[in-house]
């Protein structure tokens, strides 16, 4: 089945530090998901891209789908305590339902946790 | 306004039993999804369910079932369970057709473990 290799597992950085985090797959993909999960909740969707080249930002989150749609990348700008969690990548590949979010791939995650 | 609701919160079972999870989406939503998620893992998608039927499906064998009723709310079902079947099971309502504005929504899940 296709795979999400999402990169780094984990990052320590200090509160006010910017962050990069990525995805790639050997397949393409049609949607392109960010997900924040905290501790025994359920992920909840950040940014959500429908096209190749999409740049979106959502407050001090920025993320964009890949030229090739194999690939996205997220960014958050002067971190705080509260952007501590685990980030998921997800994306939705072609025929898999059209324009609901059916059948999604998730990455592994990366953990974030930031200093004060 | 509730948003996606799941029964139980935790639930342990022995191998070989089976359970039953329930989900209720959020209100307005026509269209259920159901993830697995193992520890330290991504979730992986189970199946989703639109009007009653079944729309898509995961790499899952037949011991994972579901149904979908008229209010759109759903259950999940695995029989025969294993070791393995451990874990957090999601489940993610939307609308068939999102919008930008409205998307799909997870619930806090039920842990379940499998002795």
């Known amino acids: 089945g296709q795979q999400l290799n999402q990169s780094p597992q984990s990052m320590f950085i200090q509160e006010g530090e910017d962050v990069s985090m990525n995805c790639t797959s050997s397949?393409?993909?049609?949607?392109w998901l960010w997900y924040k999960q905290d501790p025994g909740e359920g992920p909840v969707l950040l940014i959500a891209?429908?096209?190749?080249?999409e740049l979106t930002s959502n407050g001090r989150l920025t993320a964009q789908f890949g030229i090739t749609r194999k690939d996205s990348f997220l960014n958050i700008s002067a971190s705080i305590p509260s952007d501590v969690g685990i980030y998921f990548c997800a994306g939705q590949p072609p025929g898999a339902g059209g324009t609901s979010y059916g059948k999604l791939t998730f990455g592994q995650g990366t953990i974030l946790t930031v200093h004060p | 306004d509730a948003g996606v609701t799941q029964s139980p919160t935790h639930l342990i079972k022995t191998r070989g039993q089976q359970v039953t999870l329930r989900c209720s989406p959020k209100s307005g939503h026509d269209t259920v999804s159901w993830y697995q998620q193992a520890l330290g893992q991504g979730p992986q998608f189970i199946f989703q369910y639109y009007e009653e039927e079944e729309r898509q499906r995961g790499n899952f064998p037949d011991r994972f079932s579901g149904h979908q009723f008229p209010n759109y709310s759903s259950e999940l079902n695995v029989n025969a369970l294993l070791l393995g079947d451990s874990a957090l099971y999601l489940c993610?309502?939307?609308?068939?057709?999102?919008?930008?504005?409205?998307?799909?929504?997870f619930g806090p899940g039920t842990r379940l473990t499998v002795l």
């Open positions: 397949s393409i993909f049609n949607t």
């Open positions: 993610a309502s939307s609308l068939l057709v999102p919008s930008s504005t409205d998307t799909q929504y």
């Open positions: 891209l429908y096209k190749a080249g």
